[in-house]
C-alpha cells in the first residue's frame, strides 16, 4: 500500500437520510419484537432464532438484499446500509442470522461473477428472505485461505468443520472445499449439524460433519478462494458496526443507570472517578464509529484500502466492545452480574465477537503487512 495522495477519496463517515430512515424502521421493529426480557426468553429456549422477526426483518424491511444489486432481486443498496442494521442488532444483541446470512454468504455469492446458475438462484431467495444460507467455516476463524477441512471424494463432500455460526438455522450451508465451492442442503443424506454450547447463546455454533454428502458445485477451487476471501473481509469489516452499536449501547445505559442510581444522597455518576471512566469509554466509541463507518465505506465504494481499513476496524471495534460491556457490567453492580439484566448477553456477544473473523492481534498483523512504512 502506498501513502495517499490528493487524487484518493475522502472516506464519508457521515450517515445519510436513507441510513437513517432505514435505522429507524430497524430500531422500531426490535424494541417491538426483540427487547430484553424477549432475547433472555429466547436464549433460554429451544429455538433463539424468532422466524417471524427474521421474516420482518429480511423481507418485509428488505434488509437481507441490501447487498444484492436489483437485477438479482435484491434492494441494490450497499455495505453502509448493511452497517447501519448491524449496529441496530448489536445494541439488541438481537437473535438473528443477518451477519452470516445477508453479509457473509451473500458476499462470497457475489463475489464469483456469475450472472445465472444455481448461485444466482440462490442469491435470490437469500435477497427475498425466503432463504438463509451459512458459509461453513469456523467463526473464530482466523486468515482466510488456509487448508479446506471438507474433501471431495468420488464426488462426494467429506469432512468436519466446527464452530460454524447459525449452521442450524440455515436452509443451505456453502461448503468450501479442495475442489470449489459447493451448495449442500442441511437436512440431507450424509449431513450432520451438530449444536455446541456456546458462549453467546444469542448466536448459536454448531459442528458440521460431511460423510458421503451429496452437494451442487457452484465454483471452482480457483473462484471459490477469492470468494470465501471476499465474504470473509466483508464479514469482519461490517462486523465492526456490530460491536459499535453493542459498544454504544453499553455505554448509553451505563450513563443512564449511573445518573438514577443514588448513594450517599448523590446520583453515583456524579463521582469523579466514575466520571473520567465513562468520559474515556466515550472516547473509545466514537473513535469505534469512525473506524467501523471507515470500513463500511471503503467495502461500499470497492477501495483498494479496503483490506487495511476493515484490519483498523477489527483490531480497534473488537477491544472498544469488549470494555464497554466490562464497564457496563461493573458500574452496574450487583444487579449487572444477575441473570435478568441483560448486560450478561452483550458481555458474551463481544467476547465471542472479539476471536471472530481474525482476533485483533492477527488484524494488527496485517495492518504491518499492507502499510508500508518509510525508511528510518
Keep these: 500500500m502506498t501513502a495517499p495522495t490528493d487524487e484518493t477519496p475522502t472516506p464519508d463517515l457521515l450517515y ?39 421474516k420482518a426483518l429480511a423481507a418485509d424491511i428488505g434488509a437481507a438484499g441490501l447487498l444484492v444489486p436489483e437485477e438479482f432481486g435484491g434492494q441494490g443498496a450497499g455495505h453502509r ?67 479446506q477441512p471438507v474433501a471431495v471424494v468420488a464426488d462426494t463432500l467429506e469432512g468436519t468443520v466446527t464452530g460454524v455460526a447459525d449452521a442450524a438455522a440455515a436452509d443451505v450451508l456453502l461448503v468450501p472445499t479442495t475442489d470449489g465451492l459447493y451448495a449442500v442442503e442441511p437436512g440431507a443424506e450424509g449431513v450432520a449439524v451438530e449444536p455446541l454450547v456456546a458462549l453467546d447463546l444469542t448466536r448459536p455454533l454448531a459442528t458440521v460433519t460431511l460423510r458421503g454428502a ?27 458496526s456490530e460491536q459499535f452499536g453493542l459498544a454504544e449501547w453499553c455505554l448509553t445505559e451505563t450513563v443512564r443507570y449511573t445518573r438514577e442510581r443514588h448513594q450517599f444522597n448523590r446520583p453515583v455518576g456524579s463521582f469523579q472517578a466514575l466520571k473520567h471512566r465513562m468520559a474515556q469509554l466515550w472516547l473509545e466509541v466514537v473513535s469505534a464509529r469512525a473506524a467501523a463507518r471507515n470500513a463500511a465505506d471503503a467495502l461500499a465504494s470497492g477501495s483498494p484500502d479496503a483490506p487495511l481499513a476493515v484490519a483498523v ?23 449487572g452480574m444477575t441473570w435478568e439484566h441483560p ?34
Excluded: M, N
Design 16 to 54: 445519510s437520510e436513507a441510513e437513517e430512515d432505514l435505522r429507524a424502521a430497524v430500531r422500531s421493529l426490535l424494541a417491538d419484537r426483540s427487547d430484553a426480557p424477549t432475547v433472555l426468553a429466547r436464549v433460554e429456549s429451544d429455538t433463539p432464532y424468532d422466524p417471524q422477526l427474521w
Design 81 to 147: 446500509e448493511a452497517a447501519v442494521v448491524l449496529e441496530e442488532l448489536g445494541r439488541g444483541v438481537t437473535p438473528a442470522p443477518y451477519l452470516t446470512s445477508a453479509v457473509v454468504a451473500t458476499e462470497t455469492l457475489l463475489a464469483l461473477s456469475v450472472r445465472e446458475g444455481p448461485a444466482i438462484a440462490l442469491l435470490g431467495e437469500l435477497a427475498a428472505g425466503r432463504r438463509v444460507a451459512v458459509l461453513a467455516a469456523p467463526f473464530a476463524a482466523g486468515r482466510p485461505g488456509g487448508a
Design 214 to 240: 451429496a452437494g451442487t458445485r457452484l465454483a471452482d477451487g480457483a473462484s471459490a478462494v477469492g470468494a470465501v476471501r471476499r465474504g470473509l473481509l466483508a464479514g469482519a469489516g461490517l462486523l465492526a
Design 313 to 335: 476496524a477489527q483490531a480497534y471495534c473488537s477491544g472498544v466492545a469488549v470494555r464497554a460491556a466490562e464497564e457496563c457490567v461493573q458500574l452496574h453492580g450487583g444487579i
Design 343 to 376: 448486560a450478561h448477553l452483550y458481555l458474551k456477544r463481544a467476547k465471542a465477537d472479539s476471536v471472530a473473523y481474525g482476533t485483533a492481534g492477527q488484524h494488527r498483523t496485517t495492518i504491518a503487512e499492507l502499510v508500508e512504512l518509510p525508511a528510518p
